[in-house]
Protein backbone atom coordinates (compact mmCIF):
# COMPACT_ATOMS: atom_id res chain seq x y z
CA UNK A 1 0.00 0.00 0.00
CA UNK A 2 1.42 3.26 -1.26
CA UNK A 3 1.96 6.11 1.71
CA UNK A 4 0.27 8.43 -0.84
CA UNK A 5 -2.06 8.81 -3.90
CA UNK A 6 -1.60 11.82 -5.97
CA UNK A 7 -4.72 12.72 -8.14
CA UNK A 8 -3.80 14.15 -11.52
CA UNK A 9 -0.65 13.80 -13.35
CA UNK A 10 -0.17 17.51 -14.03
CA UNK A 11 3.03 19.35 -13.40
CA UNK A 12 1.58 19.77 -9.74
CA UNK A 13 0.68 16.29 -9.01
CA UNK A 14 4.01 14.87 -10.47
CA UNK A 15 6.46 17.49 -9.06
CA UNK A 16 4.78 16.62 -5.32
CA UNK A 17 5.44 13.03 -6.54
CA UNK A 18 8.90 13.99 -7.20
CA UNK A 19 9.24 15.46 -3.55
CA UNK A 20 7.66 12.72 -1.46
CA UNK A 21 9.59 9.81 -3.31
CA UNK A 22 12.73 12.00 -2.99
CA UNK A 23 12.21 12.08 0.77
CA UNK A 24 11.19 8.37 1.32
CA UNK A 25 7.30 7.80 0.93
CA UNK A 26 5.97 5.40 -1.87
CA UNK A 27 3.58 7.20 -3.89
CA UNK A 28 0.57 6.16 -6.47
CA UNK A 29 0.05 8.88 -9.45
CA UNK A 30 -3.79 8.25 -10.53
CA UNK A 31 -4.59 9.70 -13.59
CA UNK A 32 -8.10 9.95 -15.77
CA UNK A 33 -6.13 10.33 -19.25
CA UNK A 34 -4.94 7.29 -21.37
CA UNK A 35 -1.47 8.71 -22.12
CA UNK A 36 0.70 11.60 -21.09
CA UNK A 37 -0.10 15.23 -22.05
CA UNK A 38 0.48 15.80 -25.49
CA UNK A 39 -1.07 19.73 -25.30
CA UNK A 40 0.10 22.41 -23.12
CA UNK A 41 -1.57 24.99 -21.60
CA UNK A 42 1.12 27.24 -20.05
CA UNK A 43 3.69 27.97 -22.10
CA UNK A 44 6.40 29.19 -19.92
CA UNK A 45 7.76 28.69 -16.65
CA UNK A 46 8.68 31.88 -14.19
CA UNK A 47 12.49 31.95 -12.64
CA UNK A 48 12.12 30.61 -8.90
CA UNK A 49 10.64 27.63 -10.72
CA UNK A 50 13.32 27.61 -12.74
CA UNK A 51 15.71 27.44 -9.46
CA UNK A 52 13.77 24.71 -7.87
CA UNK A 53 13.70 22.51 -10.70
CA UNK A 54 17.42 23.25 -11.71
CA UNK A 55 18.00 22.27 -7.75
CA UNK A 56 16.69 18.87 -8.35
CA UNK A 57 18.53 17.93 -11.37
CA UNK A 58 14.89 18.36 -13.56
CA UNK A 59 15.83 21.26 -15.59
CA UNK A 60 18.16 19.21 -17.92
CA UNK A 61 15.89 17.02 -19.15
CA UNK A 62 13.85 20.00 -20.15
CA UNK A 63 16.38 22.49 -21.64
CA UNK A 64 16.28 20.57 -25.05
CA UNK A 65 12.49 21.56 -25.49
CA UNK A 66 13.31 25.52 -24.55
CA UNK A 67 12.39 27.71 -27.28
CA UNK A 68 13.56 30.94 -25.43
CA UNK A 69 14.63 32.66 -22.83
CA UNK A 70 12.97 35.69 -21.99
CA UNK A 71 14.49 38.50 -20.22
CA UNK A 72 11.26 39.89 -19.06
CA UNK A 73 7.83 39.02 -17.88
CA UNK A 74 4.75 40.61 -18.21
CA UNK A 75 1.73 42.61 -16.12
CA UNK A 76 -1.26 42.19 -18.46
CA UNK A 77 1.06 42.50 -21.47
CA UNK A 78 2.94 44.77 -20.09
CA UNK A 79 6.57 43.67 -19.87
CA UNK A 80 8.61 43.95 -16.63
CA UNK A 81 12.02 43.42 -16.91
CA UNK A 82 13.71 40.46 -15.09
CA UNK A 83 17.61 41.23 -16.04
CA UNK A 84 18.53 42.49 -12.69
CA UNK A 85 16.50 40.33 -10.42
CA UNK A 86 18.73 38.03 -7.59
CA UNK A 87 18.94 34.70 -9.16
CA UNK A 88 20.98 32.51 -11.89
CA UNK A 89 17.83 32.54 -14.12
CA UNK A 90 17.20 35.95 -14.64
CA UNK A 91 14.47 35.34 -17.20
CA UNK A 92 11.07 33.34 -17.71
CA UNK A 93 12.01 29.89 -19.66
CA UNK A 94 9.53 29.70 -23.26
CA UNK A 95 9.08 26.13 -22.67
CA UNK A 96 5.69 23.78 -23.27
CA UNK A 97 4.41 22.55 -20.35
CA UNK A 98 4.04 18.77 -21.54
CA UNK A 99 7.56 18.98 -21.64
CA UNK A 100 7.68 19.86 -18.26
CA UNK A 101 5.37 17.47 -17.13
CA UNK A 102 7.53 14.47 -18.78
CA UNK A 103 10.80 15.26 -17.36
CA UNK A 104 9.17 15.31 -13.86
CA UNK A 105 7.50 12.24 -14.69
CA UNK A 106 10.55 10.34 -16.03
CA UNK A 107 12.14 10.42 -12.52
CA UNK A 108 9.63 9.26 -10.78
CA UNK A 109 10.21 5.42 -8.97
CA UNK A 110 6.64 4.51 -9.59
CA UNK A 111 5.03 4.54 -12.96
CA UNK A 112 1.69 6.83 -13.43
CA UNK A 113 -1.51 4.55 -13.18
CA UNK A 114 -3.45 6.21 -16.15
CA UNK A 115 -6.73 5.72 -17.28
CA UNK A 116 -7.77 5.99 -13.52
CA UNK A 117 -10.20 8.70 -12.79
CA UNK A 118 -11.05 9.29 -9.05
CA UNK A 119 -14.56 8.67 -9.12
CA UNK A 120 -14.77 8.43 -4.79
CA UNK A 121 -12.82 9.48 -1.67
CA UNK A 122 -13.94 7.93 1.14
CA UNK A 123 -11.76 8.95 4.49
CA UNK A 124 -11.30 7.99 7.77
CA UNK A 125 -8.97 8.18 11.30
CA UNK A 126 -6.25 6.14 9.47
CA UNK A 127 -6.27 6.76 5.55
CA UNK A 128 -8.03 6.84 2.59
CA UNK A 129 -9.92 4.70 0.03
CA UNK A 130 -9.95 6.25 -3.53
CA UNK A 131 -11.93 4.69 -6.18
CA UNK A 132 -9.84 5.23 -9.76
CA UNK A 133 -10.55 3.69 -13.00
CA UNK A 134 -12.88 1.16 -11.22
CA UNK A 135 -10.88 0.05 -8.93
CA UNK A 136 -9.94 1.00 -5.02
CA UNK A 137 -6.72 2.41 -3.80
CA UNK A 138 -6.30 2.55 0.08
CA UNK A 139 -3.23 4.79 1.44
CA UNK A 140 -2.80 7.08 4.31
CA UNK A 141 -3.10 10.24 2.32
CA UNK A 142 -4.29 11.80 -0.85
CA UNK A 143 -2.68 14.69 -2.67
CA UNK A 144 -5.70 16.06 -5.02
CA UNK A 145 -3.96 17.73 -7.97
CA UNK A 146 -6.96 16.66 -10.63
CA UNK A 147 -6.96 20.19 -11.87
CA UNK A 148 -9.25 23.38 -12.07
CA UNK A 149 -12.29 20.89 -12.23
CA UNK A 150 -11.07 18.74 -9.42
CA UNK A 151 -13.18 15.73 -9.05
CA UNK A 152 -11.75 15.36 -5.41
CA UNK A 153 -13.21 19.20 -4.69
CA UNK A 154 -16.62 18.02 -5.97
CA UNK A 155 -16.78 14.82 -4.20
CA UNK A 156 -15.64 16.30 -0.52
CA UNK A 157 -18.33 19.12 -0.94
CA UNK A 158 -15.16 21.79 -0.55
CA UNK A 159 -16.11 25.10 -0.14
CA UNK A 160 -14.21 26.93 -3.25
CA UNK A 161 -15.36 30.59 -3.33
CA UNK A 162 -14.73 33.70 -5.69
CA UNK A 163 -16.39 34.40 -8.48
CA UNK A 164 -17.96 32.92 -12.05
CA UNK A 165 -16.33 33.43 -15.31
CA UNK A 166 -17.50 37.09 -16.75
CA UNK A 167 -15.38 36.35 -20.40
CA UNK A 168 -14.69 33.26 -22.22
CA UNK A 169 -11.48 33.05 -24.37
CA UNK A 170 -10.40 30.84 -26.79
CA UNK A 171 -6.88 28.74 -26.53
CA UNK A 172 -5.98 26.87 -29.68
CA UNK A 173 -2.86 25.51 -31.53
CA UNK A 174 -3.01 26.15 -35.38
CA UNK A 175 -1.03 26.11 -38.61
CA UNK A 176 -1.28 28.83 -40.64
CA UNK A 177 -1.99 28.40 -44.41
CA UNK A 178 -1.00 32.08 -45.13
CA UNK A 179 0.85 34.52 -42.65
CA UNK A 180 0.14 38.14 -41.98
CA UNK A 181 3.30 39.98 -43.53
CA UNK A 182 5.90 40.88 -40.39
CA UNK A 183 4.60 37.92 -38.14
CA UNK A 184 7.34 37.92 -35.76
CA UNK A 185 8.58 33.59 -35.59
CA UNK A 186 10.52 33.87 -32.56
CA UNK A 187 9.25 33.22 -29.24
CA UNK A 188 7.95 36.97 -27.48
CA UNK A 189 5.64 38.04 -24.31
CA UNK A 190 2.28 37.66 -25.26
CA UNK A 191 0.30 41.09 -25.96
CA UNK A 192 -2.77 41.51 -23.96
CA UNK A 193 -5.25 41.36 -27.30
CA UNK A 194 -6.98 39.17 -28.66
CA UNK A 195 -4.96 37.49 -31.62
CA UNK A 196 -1.30 36.98 -30.35
CA UNK A 197 0.11 34.45 -32.54
CA UNK A 198 3.86 32.24 -30.70
CA UNK A 199 5.54 30.11 -33.12
CA UNK A 200 5.54 26.60 -31.30
CA UNK A 201 7.86 23.66 -32.91
CA UNK A 202 6.55 21.97 -35.59
CA UNK A 203 4.74 24.76 -37.40
CA UNK A 204 2.22 25.09 -35.29
CA UNK A 205 1.33 28.67 -33.62
CA UNK A 206 -0.25 29.23 -30.66
CA UNK A 207 -3.13 32.01 -30.02
CA UNK A 208 -5.73 33.21 -27.46
CA UNK A 209 -8.73 35.32 -29.02
CA UNK A 210 -11.62 36.53 -27.29
CA UNK A 211 -14.62 38.95 -28.71
CA UNK A 212 -17.86 39.18 -29.15
CA UNK A 213 -18.91 35.91 -30.65
CA UNK A 214 -16.78 34.14 -28.19
CA UNK A 215 -18.94 35.54 -25.08
CA UNK A 216 -21.89 34.44 -27.60
CA UNK A 217 -21.21 30.91 -28.04
CA UNK A 218 -21.65 28.49 -25.11
CA UNK A 219 -18.64 27.14 -22.87
CA UNK A 220 -19.21 23.37 -24.18
CA UNK A 221 -19.47 24.85 -28.14
CA UNK A 222 -17.08 23.27 -30.47
CA UNK A 223 -14.60 25.41 -30.85
CA UNK A 224 -14.28 25.85 -35.11
CA UNK A 225 -12.30 26.87 -37.69
CA UNK A 226 -13.81 29.59 -38.73
CA UNK A 227 -14.14 30.79 -35.35
CA UNK A 228 -10.43 31.14 -34.64
CA UNK A 229 -10.18 32.48 -38.49
CA UNK A 230 -12.82 34.95 -37.91
CA UNK A 231 -10.88 36.15 -34.78
CA UNK A 232 -7.62 36.32 -36.15
CA UNK A 233 -8.77 38.25 -39.41
CA UNK A 234 -9.98 40.82 -37.04
CA UNK A 235 -6.82 40.57 -35.46
CA UNK A 236 -4.65 40.52 -38.01
CA UNK A 237 -6.20 41.30 -41.57
CA UNK A 238 -7.70 39.66 -44.24
CA UNK A 239 -4.36 37.86 -45.46
CA UNK A 240 -3.82 35.71 -42.41
CA UNK A 241 -5.69 31.72 -43.60
CA UNK A 242 -5.79 28.90 -40.70
CA UNK A 243 -5.03 25.49 -41.82
CA UNK A 244 -5.86 22.95 -39.07
CA UNK A 245 -6.98 23.75 -35.78
CA UNK A 246 -4.83 20.38 -33.76
CA UNK A 247 -5.96 21.63 -30.43
CA UNK A 248 -8.93 24.11 -29.04
CA UNK A 249 -10.07 24.63 -25.65
CA UNK A 250 -12.29 27.47 -24.26
CA UNK A 251 -11.10 29.07 -20.49
CA UNK A 252 -12.64 32.20 -18.98
CA UNK A 253 -11.59 34.33 -15.72
CA UNK A 254 -13.17 32.62 -13.06
CA UNK A 255 -11.15 33.21 -9.86
CA UNK A 256 -11.59 31.21 -7.16
CA UNK A 257 -9.49 29.44 -4.07
CA UNK A 258 -10.22 26.29 -1.53
CA UNK A 259 -11.08 28.50 2.04
CA UNK A 260 -8.70 24.84 3.17
CA UNK A 261 -6.05 23.36 1.53
CA UNK A 262 -6.86 20.46 3.62
CA UNK A 263 -9.51 18.43 4.55
CA UNK A 264 -8.30 15.44 7.10
CA UNK A 265 -6.05 13.73 5.17
CA UNK A 266 -6.69 15.26 1.58
CA UNK A 267 -4.25 17.67 0.61
CA UNK A 268 -5.24 20.11 -2.61
CA UNK A 269 -2.55 21.61 -4.43
CA UNK A 270 -2.30 23.40 -8.29
CA UNK A 271 -5.04 24.24 -9.88
CA UNK A 272 -7.37 21.98 -7.61
CA UNK A 273 -6.81 24.46 -5.28
CA UNK A 274 -6.87 28.06 -7.10
CA UNK A 275 -8.11 29.01 -10.36
CA UNK A 276 -7.66 32.51 -12.04
CA UNK A 277 -6.92 34.36 -15.60
CA UNK A 278 -3.99 32.82 -17.06
CA UNK A 279 -2.54 36.49 -17.60
CA UNK A 280 1.14 36.78 -16.18
CA UNK A 281 2.00 33.34 -16.44
CA UNK A 282 1.48 32.29 -12.58
CA UNK A 283 -0.60 29.26 -12.32
CA UNK A 284 2.11 26.57 -13.54
CA UNK A 285 4.37 28.14 -11.07
CA UNK A 286 1.86 28.49 -8.51
CA UNK A 287 1.24 24.75 -8.46
CA UNK A 288 4.94 24.02 -8.65
CA UNK A 289 5.40 25.80 -5.63
CA UNK A 290 2.49 24.42 -3.95
CA UNK A 291 4.54 20.81 -4.77
CA UNK A 292 7.64 22.06 -3.02
CA UNK A 293 6.21 23.38 -0.17
CA UNK A 294 3.91 20.18 0.60
CA UNK A 295 5.78 17.42 -0.35
CA UNK A 296 8.33 17.34 2.42
CA UNK A 297 6.14 18.14 4.60
CA UNK A 298 3.98 15.71 3.78
CA UNK A 299 6.45 13.08 3.45
CA UNK A 300 7.54 13.82 7.22
CA UNK A 301 3.83 13.78 8.36
CA UNK A 302 4.45 9.64 6.27
CA UNK A 303 7.51 8.93 8.26
CA UNK A 304 5.63 9.92 11.65
CA UNK A 305 9.23 12.54 12.41
CA UNK A 306 6.71 16.00 11.74
CA UNK A 307 6.89 18.13 14.15
CA UNK A 308 2.66 19.62 15.09
CA UNK A 309 1.60 21.84 13.01
CA UNK A 310 3.99 20.92 10.06
CA UNK A 311 1.51 19.81 7.77
CA UNK A 312 -1.11 22.48 8.45
CA UNK A 313 1.55 25.02 7.56
CA UNK A 314 0.98 24.11 4.34
CA UNK A 315 -2.36 25.85 3.93
CA UNK A 316 -0.97 28.73 5.91
CA UNK A 317 1.95 29.26 4.14
CA UNK A 318 0.71 28.78 0.69
CA UNK A 319 -3.11 30.18 0.72
CA UNK A 320 -1.85 33.60 0.57
CA UNK A 321 0.58 33.16 -1.81
CA UNK A 322 -2.06 32.37 -4.33
CA UNK A 323 -4.80 34.61 -2.72
CA UNK A 324 -2.34 37.43 -3.75
CA UNK A 325 -2.06 36.21 -7.10
CA UNK A 326 -5.72 35.81 -7.73
CA UNK A 327 -5.58 39.67 -6.51
CA UNK A 328 -3.13 40.65 -9.10
CA UNK A 329 -4.48 38.41 -11.94
CA UNK A 330 -7.98 40.28 -11.56
CA UNK A 331 -6.40 43.46 -11.39
CA UNK A 332 -4.23 42.29 -15.24
CA UNK A 333 -7.52 41.15 -16.13
CA UNK A 334 -9.50 44.62 -15.81
CA UNK A 335 -6.25 46.06 -17.41
CA UNK A 336 -6.63 44.22 -20.55
CA UNK A 337 -10.67 45.07 -21.20
CA UNK A 338 -11.32 46.72 -24.72
CA UNK A 339 -12.64 50.30 -23.19
CA UNK A 340 -11.68 53.99 -23.21
CA UNK A 341 -10.95 54.14 -19.97
CA UNK A 342 -9.43 50.79 -19.05
CA UNK A 343 -7.02 51.87 -21.63
CA UNK A 344 -6.51 55.23 -19.49
CA UNK A 345 -5.97 53.34 -16.42
CA UNK A 346 -3.44 50.65 -18.31
CA UNK A 347 -1.34 53.50 -19.73
CA UNK A 348 -1.08 54.91 -15.99
CA UNK A 349 -0.06 51.21 -14.63
CA UNK A 350 2.45 51.40 -17.57
CA UNK A 351 3.84 54.70 -16.66
CA UNK A 352 4.06 53.84 -12.71
CA UNK A 353 5.14 50.24 -13.62
CA UNK A 354 8.43 51.95 -15.15
CA UNK A 355 9.03 53.66 -12.13
CA UNK A 356 12.42 50.87 -10.85
CA UNK A 357 11.27 50.59 -7.25
CA UNK A 358 7.50 49.68 -9.04
CA UNK A 359 8.68 47.41 -11.58
CA UNK A 360 11.39 45.64 -9.09
CA UNK A 361 7.97 44.74 -7.06
CA UNK A 362 5.60 43.57 -9.71
CA UNK A 363 8.88 41.79 -10.79
CA UNK A 364 9.43 39.84 -7.55
CA UNK A 365 5.63 38.53 -7.61
CA UNK A 366 5.72 37.59 -10.85
CA UNK A 367 9.01 35.65 -10.66
CA UNK A 368 8.00 33.70 -7.72
CA UNK A 369 11.21 35.34 -6.26
CA UNK A 370 9.35 37.17 -4.18
CA UNK A 371 7.80 34.67 -2.26
CA UNK A 372 8.85 34.28 1.46
CA UNK A 373 6.52 33.17 4.63
CA UNK A 374 6.39 34.10 8.28
CA UNK A 375 9.39 33.80 10.29
CA UNK A 376 11.94 32.48 6.80
CA UNK A 377 14.61 34.33 6.30
CA UNK A 378 13.95 34.13 2.30
CA UNK A 379 15.22 30.75 -0.02
CA UNK A 380 18.85 30.11 -0.28
CA UNK A 381 19.95 29.55 -3.90
CA UNK A 382 23.50 28.83 -3.28
CA UNK A 383 22.51 25.55 -1.18
CA UNK A 384 21.91 22.73 -3.19
CA UNK A 385 18.77 20.55 -1.62
CA UNK A 386 19.78 17.27 -0.07
CA UNK A 387 18.97 14.25 -1.98
CA UNK A 388 17.20 13.00 0.00
CA UNK A 389 14.64 15.81 0.49
CA UNK A 390 16.44 16.76 4.30
CA UNK A 391 16.82 20.17 5.94
CA UNK A 392 20.49 21.31 5.50
CA UNK A 393 22.47 22.73 8.10
CA UNK A 394 25.62 24.65 6.80
CA UNK A 395 28.23 26.31 8.86
CA UNK A 396 27.22 24.88 12.19
CA UNK A 397 27.30 21.45 13.61
CA UNK A 398 23.92 19.34 13.33
CA UNK A 399 23.09 18.91 17.44
CA UNK A 400 23.33 15.38 18.53
CA UNK A 401 19.26 14.91 18.93
CA UNK A 402 18.65 15.85 15.17
CA UNK A 403 21.77 13.38 13.75
CA UNK A 404 20.96 11.74 10.15
CA UNK A 405 17.41 14.12 9.79
CA UNK A 406 19.57 17.17 8.51
CA UNK A 407 22.38 16.86 6.52
CA UNK A 408 25.48 19.12 7.43
CA UNK A 409 27.73 21.14 5.03
CA UNK A 410 30.71 23.19 5.72
CA UNK A 411 29.70 27.07 4.70
CA UNK A 412 30.80 30.45 5.86
CA UNK A 413 27.38 31.81 6.20
CA UNK A 414 25.46 29.69 8.91
CA UNK A 415 22.05 28.46 7.62
CA UNK A 416 19.54 26.02 8.19
CA UNK A 417 18.15 25.46 4.75
CA UNK A 418 14.22 23.73 4.83
CA UNK A 419 14.29 20.67 1.47
CA UNK A 420 12.26 23.58 -0.25
CA UNK A 421 14.95 25.89 0.11
CA UNK A 422 13.76 28.55 2.40
CA UNK A 423 16.00 29.62 5.30
CA UNK A 424 14.43 28.97 8.55
CA UNK A 425 17.16 30.34 10.92
CA UNK A 426 20.25 32.33 9.41
CA UNK A 427 22.61 32.47 12.61
CA UNK A 428 22.71 33.80 15.42
CA UNK A 429 20.12 32.48 18.61
CA UNK A 430 17.24 30.04 17.86
CA UNK A 431 18.71 27.20 16.08
CA UNK A 432 17.06 24.52 18.55
CA UNK A 433 13.71 26.50 18.04
CA UNK A 434 14.08 26.32 14.30
CA UNK A 435 14.83 22.81 14.24
CA UNK A 436 12.23 21.81 16.77
CA UNK A 437 9.74 24.29 14.06
CA UNK A 438 10.49 22.15 11.00
CA UNK A 439 11.93 19.06 11.73
CA UNK A 440 11.31 17.88 14.66
CA UNK A 441 11.73 17.33 18.48
CA UNK A 442 15.30 16.12 18.86
CA UNK A 443 15.58 11.78 19.30
C1 LIG B 1 -4.71 29.02 -22.09
C2 LIG B 1 -3.89 28.84 -20.86
C3 LIG B 1 -2.59 29.33 -20.82
C4 LIG B 1 -1.81 29.21 -19.67
N1 LIG B 1 -0.56 29.73 -19.66
C5 LIG B 1 0.18 29.67 -18.53
C6 LIG B 1 1.51 30.18 -18.50
O1 LIG B 1 2.03 30.67 -19.50
N2 LIG B 1 2.21 30.10 -17.33
C7 LIG B 1 1.67 29.52 -16.22
O2 LIG B 1 2.34 29.47 -15.18
N3 LIG B 1 0.42 29.00 -16.23
C8 LIG B 1 -0.33 29.05 -17.35
N4 LIG B 1 -1.57 28.50 -17.38
C9 LIG B 1 -2.07 27.81 -16.19
C10 LIG B 1 -1.47 26.41 -16.08
O3 LIG B 1 -1.62 25.71 -17.28
C11 LIG B 1 -2.13 25.65 -14.95
O4 LIG B 1 -2.07 26.45 -13.79
C12 LIG B 1 -1.42 24.31 -14.72
O5 LIG B 1 -1.72 23.40 -15.75
C13 LIG B 1 -1.83 23.71 -13.38
O6 LIG B 1 -1.25 22.46 -13.24
P1 LIG B 1 -1.98 21.34 -12.39
O7 LIG B 1 -1.07 20.15 -12.42
O8 LIG B 1 -2.36 21.91 -11.07
O9 LIG B 1 -3.34 21.04 -13.15
P2 LIG B 1 -3.54 20.41 -14.61
O10 LIG B 1 -2.43 20.78 -15.52
O11 LIG B 1 -4.94 20.76 -15.01
O12 LIG B 1 -3.43 18.84 -14.36
C14 LIG B 1 -4.47 18.13 -13.73
C15 LIG B 1 -4.37 16.66 -14.11
O13 LIG B 1 -5.38 15.93 -13.42
C16 LIG B 1 -6.00 15.04 -14.31
N5 LIG B 1 -7.35 14.77 -13.81
C17 LIG B 1 -8.46 15.53 -13.96
N6 LIG B 1 -9.50 14.94 -13.34
C18 LIG B 1 -9.04 13.79 -12.79
C19 LIG B 1 -9.61 12.75 -12.02
N7 LIG B 1 -10.93 12.76 -11.70
N8 LIG B 1 -8.84 11.72 -11.63
C20 LIG B 1 -7.51 11.68 -11.94
N9 LIG B 1 -6.91 12.63 -12.68
C21 LIG B 1 -7.67 13.68 -13.08
C22 LIG B 1 -5.97 15.75 -15.65
O14 LIG B 1 -6.12 14.84 -16.74
C23 LIG B 1 -4.59 16.40 -15.59
O15 LIG B 1 -3.60 15.53 -16.08
C24 LIG B 1 -2.35 28.58 -18.53
C25 LIG B 1 -3.66 28.06 -18.57
C26 LIG B 1 -4.42 28.19 -19.71
C27 LIG B 1 -5.83 27.64 -19.74
Redo the contacts with the bound molecule.
Keep these: MPDVLV????????LTAFELERAGAEVLV????AGP?TQ???????PRSVEVLADRGLLAAIEPHVRAKLPAGHFSGVPIDYRDLPTRFPYQLGVE?AHV?AAIEARLRTPVLRG????AVVQDDEGVTVT?GGREHRAGWLVA????????RTLLGAAFPGRPARVS?V?ADVTLAAKPAGLAEDWQLPSSGSGYLLPLSDGRYRT?VFGEEQQRLGRDAPVTAGEVQRALTAAHGPEIRVGDVLWA?R?GDASRQLERYRHGRVLF????AHIHL?VG???????LQDAVNLGWKLAATVRGTAPDGLLDSYHDERHPVAARVLVSTRAQAVLGVPDPDAAAVRAVVTELLAVPEARRAVAAELSGLGVTYPGIAGRATDVPASADGRAVLVGAAVPAGWAGRVEGREGAAPRLVRPDGYVAWDGGPGLDQALRRWVGAPA
Excluded: C, M, W, Y
Excluded at 30 to 33: A, C, G, K, T, V
Excluded at 40 to 46: E, H, P, R
Design positions: AGAGPTGLLERDASKALGLQQAAAVTAADGGHSAVLVISFAGDAPGQGLNLG
